[in-house]
C-alpha cells in the first residue's frame, strides 16, 4: 500500500492595488484649496494692510510696497496722544465698559428667555419668536432720531446707557435664537431627573441646564462684546467726548495738518483695537465653533 503525499500549495498574497485618485477628484480638492485661500486673503487682506500702515512712517504713508517699508512705532505712540484732542486711551475703556455691560446684560435677557422659548410650552410663545426676529432685522439707522429726541427729554446724551441700553436690543435677538437651539436639544431627561430629585424649575435650569449650555453661552458672550464694540452709528451720535468709544475716537482723529487725516495713526489705533479680538477668537475658536454648531443637527 503506498501513501501518497500531497503538497498544499499556498497561494502567494496579492499586493494591494493602489487606486490612483482621479484627475477629477484632483481638480475639487484643488478648488477647495484655492477657494479657502481667497476667503483668506479677502478676510485678512485688510487688516494686514492696516498692520503694514501703522508701522510705516509718515511720510511714506501712500507707499504701494506689499510689506512693512521704513518700519518705525511712533504712530502708536501718536495714538495715545492727548495733545491734539485725541482720547484714544479713554476711547479703550470707555468701550470695554460698554461692551461689557452690554454682554451682560444681553446673557442674562437671553438665556433666561432662550430658554423659555426652547422648553417652555405657553400660549403666544411663536409669536415672541417672530417679534424677537423682527427686532434683528429693524434697521438701526431707523432707529437714530427716535432715540435721539428720547435721550434728549430725559438727559441721557452723553451717558452710558444711552449707547448700552441700544446695543442690548441690537445683540438680545442673536443671543436668544443661539441659545434657544441649544436649549433645545439638550435632553429633557436630565431636567426632569432634577425634577424628581426636589428641585424646583429654577435650581434645575441654573444647576443643570446653564452648566450644560457653557459653550453657548461663551460663544454668545464674544460675538455680543464685538457687535457692541464695533457699533458706530448710535455712539456717534448718543456719546460725549468723556463717553465715546473707540469707533467714533478713531473716527476723528486729528493730527498735524487738519487738513490731512493721520492715516498712520488710525491705522495704529485700529490694529490696537483689533489684534485684541483676533487673539481672543484664535484662542477660543474650538468654543466659538462648538457653539455656533450646537443644536444644529438633531440625534
Known sequence: MSI????????????????????????ASGRVYVGALIVLVWGLGPFYW???????????????????????????????????????????VNSVIIGSATTAAA??????????????????????????????MFPAVVLVTPLFQLFTNIG?????????????SFVLPMTVYILASFFAELPWELEEAARIDGASRFQAFRLIMLPLAAPAVFTTAILAFIAAVNEYLLASLLSSDKTEPVTKAIARFSGNDPLVPPYTAIMAAGTIVTIPLVIMVLLFQRRIISGLTAGGVKS
Open 4 to 27: 501518497e503525499f500531497t503538497k498544499d500549495v499556498v497561494a502567494e498574497p496579492k499586493k494591494p492595488i493602489r487606486q490612483s485618485v482621479s484627475w477629477t477628484r484632483r481638480l
Open 50 to 92: 492696516m498692520v503694514v500702515t501703522a508701522l510705516r512712517d509718515p511720510a511714506y504713508t501712500f507707499d504701494n510696497t506689499p510689506w512693512p517699508t521704513h518700519v518705525t512705532l511712533e504712530n502708536f505712540r501718536n495714538a495715545f496722544d492727548t495733545s491734539r484732542g485725541n482720547n484714544f486711551g479713554r476711547a479703550l
Open 107 to 136: 446673557l442674562i435677557l437671553g438665556v433666561m428667555a432662550a430658554y423659555a422659548l426652547a422648553r417652555l410650552t405657553f400660549k403666544g410663545k411663536y409669536l415672541v419668536s417672530g417679534l424677537v426676529l423682527s427686532a434683528s
Open 156 to 168: 441721557w446724551i452723553g451717558q452710558y446707557q444711552a449707547m448700552i441700553i441700544p446695543n442690548i
